[in-house]
């Protein structure tokens, strides 16, 4: 699996370029019904329902797992849809290597995640359209898609698949959450495809800080999104201070909310410049004292 973006044309004060407004390129449809019971991913409820004001016709048999079209709006602002092929979403259906039971609900998740409606600045210039994609850590499907309650909220049933007692027992969650992990990390690695767990992500993270102190620059980070929403505290990453200082280039989805901080920031080389200045006169301070207490006689 490669990590790979398309650029594509930027915004001028003239031209107005496609942009994709699906979230990601593969997304999950999510169906509400009469009695309030939710089918598939509640995050995808208002995106169906702006798909079918489209002209999009739901599958006679709603599902759990059916993908959603690509909806792409162009230089005119008219908005189109364009249906995924069912055989270009390599998906992996999630079995446990011990419980069954969990390999029963039928669950499964695609292997590749292509963030596509964010804005990319460089340098000044807007790229409204740039999709990209890396791959998955295994907190993000195990431990938030498939658990959050405004997602599948399908912990219970795994608790359940697992033999746990949600009434005794409060550890329940704990239990239930460490299993879907390792059932969602076991199923990507019999597909073939590429996955890491959050604590060989955090201290590849930990390996980055270090190389990037060494050279004299700070690392800019939002806690809340690098810190695993799995076993946090015992991640490295738990007691490391950050600081998001908004460095360009970058990506954003509005302007007026997560790209208004965004700056140009040289602080870290300026940081580095004091540091090499600090370091050149500490050396001369030592090699004056050192003359100073020199005595060839003694």
């Known amino acids: 699996m490669r990590s790979i973006i398309s650029i594509f044309g930027p915004a001028s004060a003239t031209h107005a370029p496609c942009v994709i407004e699906s979230g990601q390129i593969l997304q999950y449809a999510g169906y509400l019904q009469p009695n309030g019971q939710v089918i598939g991913d509640r995050e995808g409820i208002e995106r169906v329902r702006m798909a079918e004001s489209l002209g999009w016709r739901r599958p006679a048999m709603p599902g759990p797992h059916d993908l959603l079209p690509l909806v792409i709006r162009d230089s005119d602002g008219r908005r189109r849809l364009y249906p995924i092929p069912q055989e270009l979403a390599f998906e992996v259906r999630i079995t446990h290597p011990q419980h069954d039971r969990i390999s029963a609900l039928g669950i499964r998740w695609y292997s590749i995640p292509c963030v596509s409606d964010m804005i990319l600045t460089i340098g000044g210039i807007d790229y409204p359209c740039a999709p990209f994609n890396g791959h998955y850590m295994v907190t993000e499907i195990a431990s938030r898609n498939l658990v959050d309650a405004r997602r599948y909220d399908l912990l219970p049933q795994v608790a359940d698949a697992l033999g746990l007692d949600r009434g005794a027992d409060p550890l329940w969650r704990d239990g239930a959450l460490t299993e879907l992990n390792r059932a969602v990390m076991h199923s990507f690695r019999e597909a073939g495809a590429h996955i890491v767990d959050h604590h060989h992500a955090s201290a590849q993270y930990m390996d980055f800080v270090a190389q990037e102190q060494r050279h004299g ?82």
């Not at 929403?229 to 490295?236: D, E, K, L, T, Y």
């Not at 360009?248 to 004091?274: C, K, M, T």
Request: hydrophobic residues 35%.
């Open 217 to 298: 620059r700070s690392v800019a980070g939002d806690w809340m999104w690098l810190l695993p929403p799995q076993a946090a505290a015992a991640s490295p990453l738990f007691h490391l201070p950050m600081n998001d200082i908004g460095a360009v280039p970058n990506f954003y989805r509005s302007r007026q909310i997560d790209g208004a901080h965004l700056r140009i920031n040289d602080s870290h080389e300026r940081r580095g410049r004091w540091h090499e200045r600090y370091r050149r006169i500490r050396a001369r301070w030592r090699n004056w004292r050192r003359r100073r207490d020199f005595n060839p006689r003694g």
